[in-house]
């Protein structure tokens, strides 16, 4: 039986990643912000539409670097429908998170309920961009600059969006990307931070190599989260042709809606308007009073199947073992309502029409 995987890795040819790689071997330099790296960062810029970036080792070190390198404290308000990454960059770095719910159209924060948990503890918010989908940034602007908060979003899904034709990178005082291999781009594992202010810029440059600012000085209790030559490399090669990746899955995702549109008890992750989307997931909700099918039910039939679709995000970060003592995930309700529908479809650059097909199949099928 053939395995359809919820994601594929998007690779170049062989031939062009080892041509990319051939240079390595004459200077022999495999780290520490080498060519490679500098080169990537100047090519994200141009396509990411940041005015900085920093390339780290992977997307939680983007994030908990730039939380410790702004030395926040207290409280910070963020959302448990995201990856574990999200909430753990915030406990790890002495921080209380403070959860707040989600709209049910686009699933990122709800901006109606962002006031009512600022305390005099609350020094920063951390918004969640889902499935390429992007937050109400107008909001959440006015908010932080009303109440002098911090604002780091985590972009990890939002890799060459835009919105009203600006980069996505560049809302807040910071955007952390994930280049995960399973993501719309990757460096095989990585992730990057954009920034406005140069001085924080400086800060994460400095933590991600141990704190270190010169040969005899270390001053800050730094990480190790360089991103490798090999790394860069990868990401060189993958940048020339994400437009046409880009291209691909829109093309899967529009073939996903014609098949199940209109159909009763589903419902699909929805078109924001102003936003350049990259595909990076497609969601489906399904409701049991409606279709008399759960998510559950949907997940093992395909499975049985071949078929790896994904609850992604379930469960809520606040009902992981390590929080649960601390929070109640009854007080984000639509957060713990779509957790318990949504199950992310297989997409990749790569997937066949008549993947698509047997997938929508045995999901129409089974309602």
Known sequence: MKEIMVTRSSMPQLEEYVEEIKDIWDTHWLTNMGVKHRELERKLTEYLDVENIELLSNGHMALELSIQA???????????????????????????????????????????????????????????????????????????????????????????????GKGIGSFGDASCFSFHATKVFNTIEGGAVCYRDKELGDKIYNLKNFGIRGEESVEGVGANAKMNEFQAAMGICNLRHIDEEIGKREKIIKYYRERLKNIEGIQLNCVQKEVKSNFAYFPVLFDEKKSGKNRDEIFKKLKESGIYARKYFYPLTNMFECYKKYYNSMETPVALEVSKKVLTLPLYADLSIGDVNKICDIIVEGL
């Open 70 to 164: 702004m030395n926040l404290q207290g409280e910070v308000i963020t959302t448990p429908f995201t990856f574990a990454s999200t909430t753990h960059a915030i406990v790890r770095n002495g921080l209380v998170p403070v959860f707040c719910d989600i709209n049910p159209i686009d699933f990122t924060i709800d901006v109606t309920k962002i006031e009512e948990l600022i305390t005099d503890k609350t020094s920063a918010i951390v918004p969640v961009h889902v499935y390429g989908n992007v937050c109400n940034v107008e909001e959440i602007e006015r908010i932080s600059r009303k109440y002098g908060l911090k604002v780091i979003y985590d972009a990890a899904h939002t890799f060459g969006v835009t919105y009203k």
